[in-house]
């Protein structure tokens, strides 16, 4: 059972313009959200995250909203770089009820950020 | 540099055979965090520890097992390998296990299974 899901294995976007990159949930128990970047052969890198009582956050071009009603997050990344060009995760942990804040990723979207 | 050091970098090894994977979290924090990514199942979480005690269980195998020590760095024990256990092995730390807490990951193991 997938309970993060993101639905768009890839993203194609001109530098300059507007990246989004969707994520979805099922469980929700889900109270905290983060988004992470990854390049080949390294670990996955914090982007920002938000808490379930916010609906953004922001941090300089990276802009994450959230709508617990559609269980739907998503991030904005203005104006796209080549070099935001990579994988980007998902993840949202639980903590009530169970004490630990272990993540829950989605399977990933791959940003390509054309010159 | 996200401050999460992890050793070795790369390991192969054969079927049978047992390995130990070790992270050492950034300073000040007591969380450290197993998670495994593999081809077919992601990034899947596998353990956790806080303050030396296991706090978690995610998808472990009973073939792996982990441990925290005093000085908060962790390993991870691999045994009677597979060839599915081919993976990236990523441990993370936060400051605490509370909620709202952000995980920062290391670089990664890579293990090759042959």
């Known amino acids: 059972d997938q309970q993060v899901k993101q639905n768009s294995p890839s993203l194609s976007v001109q530098e300059g313009r507007i990246s989004i990159l969707n994520c979805d949930y099922t469980?929700?128990?889900?109270?905290?959200f983060l988004w992470y970047k990854k390049y080949p052969a390294e670990g996955p890198t914090f982007l920002i995250s938000i808490s379930s009582i916010k609906d953004k956050n922001e941090d300089g071009r990276f802009t994450v909203f959230l709508n617990k009603s559609a269980k739907h997050l998503s991030l904005h990344i203005v104006p796209s770089q080549p070099g935001d060009s990579a994988v980007y995760f998902c993840a949202a942990s639980a903590y009530g009820g169970g004490a630990t804040n272990k993540l829950i990723f989605g399977t990933g979207t791959l940003l390509a950020v054309q010159p | 540099d996200s401050g999460v050091t992890q050793t070795p970098k790369h390991l192969i090894t054969a079927t049978g055979q047992r390995v130990t994977l070790r992270c050492s979290p950034r300073?000040?924090?007591?969380?450290v965090y197993w998670y495994q990514q593999s081809l077919d199942q992601g990034l899947q979480f596998l353990i956790q520890?806080?303050?030396?005690?296991?706090?978690a269980k995610g998808n472990i195998l009973e073939r792996f097992s982990a441990q925290q020590f005093p000085d908060l760095h962790s390993e991870l024990n691999l045994s009677s390998l597979e060839l599915g256990d081919s993976a990236l092995y990523f441990c993370?730390?936060?400051?605490?296990?509370?909620?709202?807490?952000?995980?920062?990951f290391g670089p990664g193991t890579r293990l090759l299974v042959l």
């Open positions: 469980n929700s128990m889900f109270d905290y």
């Open positions: 520890y806080y303050n030396g005690e296991e706090r």
């Open positions: 993370a730390s936060s400051v605490g296990s509370g909620g709202s807490e952000t995980q920062y």
């Open positions: 300073s000040g924090d007591l969380s």
